[in-house]
């Protein structure tokens, strides 16, 4: 089955500045790859997704980039703020129907003012 | 309002007492999924089902039974619950399989003594 490598487990940077998380996957056959968002105590919400005929996505001051090649993909968060503190998950999506998703052990992202 | 619910939120119970966790969705979704939450090991995917009585294993799917009678709801059954099924579990459903956002419900915390 699939596997999703996150990195780093826990990251905290200045506010202002750039953060960035990265994620492997194992399943070439992969072709859709979110990412989730989970504040404390909160339910996770889609902050962002990338299928794999798209190298980039960006929203705002979140983009995602995706090497199929090298099977990683990463989430960008430029112009950081106190309220982008939380945990993310990346996930890819797999399985003959895209039925399964499975989500990266999450990065914690700690934003400091 | 378009939601996803679960039912309870909060549960302490005993080894091997029955109980069922309810999750109901009135997006008209198609798919439907649960997952645990686990310190250090992300979400992992229990059980997903496809449809109407179109159920299938997830990552993790030992001690654990779903069904999916009607298309709004889709209870997870713990048979006979045990300590290491203590974990925050959640629920969530998506209109077309992994694609596209999966709507998550509030999470239910279950202890298992």
């Known amino acids: 089955g699939e596997n999703v490598e996150q990195h780093p487990s826990t990251l905290s940077v200045q506010e202002g500045d750039s953060a960035v998380i990265k994620c492997t996957y194992s399943d070439s056959a992969s072709n859709y790859f979110p990412w989730y968002k989970q504040e404390l105590g909160k339910r996770p919400q889609l902050i962002i997704d990338?299928?794999?005929?798209?190298g980039e996505k960006k929203d705002q001051r979140i983009a995602v980039t995706l090497n199929k090649t090298a099977k990683h993909f990463s989430l960008h968060i430029t112009e950081t703020q106190p309220e982008d503190s939380a945990v993310y998950f990346c996930a890819a999506s797999s399985g003959i129907g895209n039925e399964k998703l499975t989500f990266g052990t999450g990065t914690r992202l700690t934003i400091i003012p | 309002e378009a939601q996803v619910t679960q039912n309870p939120r909060y549960l302490i119970t005993v080894t091997g007492k029955k109980l069922t966790v309810t999750c109901s969705q009135n997006?008209?979704?198609?798919?439907m999924s649960w997952y645990r939450q686990d310190p250090g090991l992300g979400l992992r995917q229990i059980y997903y089902?496809?449809?109407?009585?179109?159920?299938d294993k997830g990552d993790v799917p030992e001690g654990y039974k779903v069904s999916r009678k009607e298309k709004r709801n889709f209870p997870l059954i713990l048979e006979s619950p045990s300590p290491n099924q203590t974990s925050l579990y959640f629920c969530a459903s998506s209109l077309v399989r992994g694609l596209g956002e999966q709507y998550f419900g509030p999470g239910t915390r279950l202890t298992v003594t």
């Open positions: 089902s496809m449809n109407v009585e179109v159920t």
């Open positions: 997006m008209n979704h198609e798919y």
């Open positions: 990338i299928r794999s005929n798209v």
